[in-house]
């Protein structure tokens, strides 16, 4: 199994900022992509962004220019830094890490999710 664990989340005034982090651990082989996805009370999850192992991108248009992920191999964590928050970034926010598990040859594929962490957005 690999566990995530999420922190950083939290109340935030519009146009402040927030960092998300997480830690991947357990029984990893190797993890391509983590991310983030975000779900609103009523409303689907939804990808916010995501990094592959060779750190190539990719952001949901409503966060481009303000949110950043970035990754650190070596510890298995992903980091979202949001910037210029807005009230519609209220949402619960979780990670999610693809990729492969297990001991070679013994390896499976991974679609873990963390607990989540909250951020709310609002004056």
């Known amino acids: 199994q690999v566990h995530l664990v999420e922190s950083g989340g939290g109340l935030v005034q519009p146009g402040g900022s927030l960092r998300l982090s997480c830690a991947a651990s357990?029984?990893?082989?190797?993890?391509?992509?983590m991310g983030w996805y975000r779900q609103a009370p009523g409303k689907q999850r939804e990808l916010v962004a995501s990094i592959t192992s060779g750190g190539s991108t990719n952001y949901a248009d409503s966060v481009k220019g303000r949110f950043t992920i970035s990754g650190d191999n070596a510890r298995n964590t992903v980091y979202l830094q949001m910037n210029s928050l807005k009230p519609e970034d209220t949402a619960g926010y979780y990670c999610n890490a693809k990729g492969l598990g297990g001991k070679y040859p013994m390896i499976y594929p991974l679609n873990s999710w963390g607990q989540g962490t909250q951020v709310t957005v609002s004056s």
């Open positions: 357990g029984d990893i082989f190797s993890l391509n992509p």
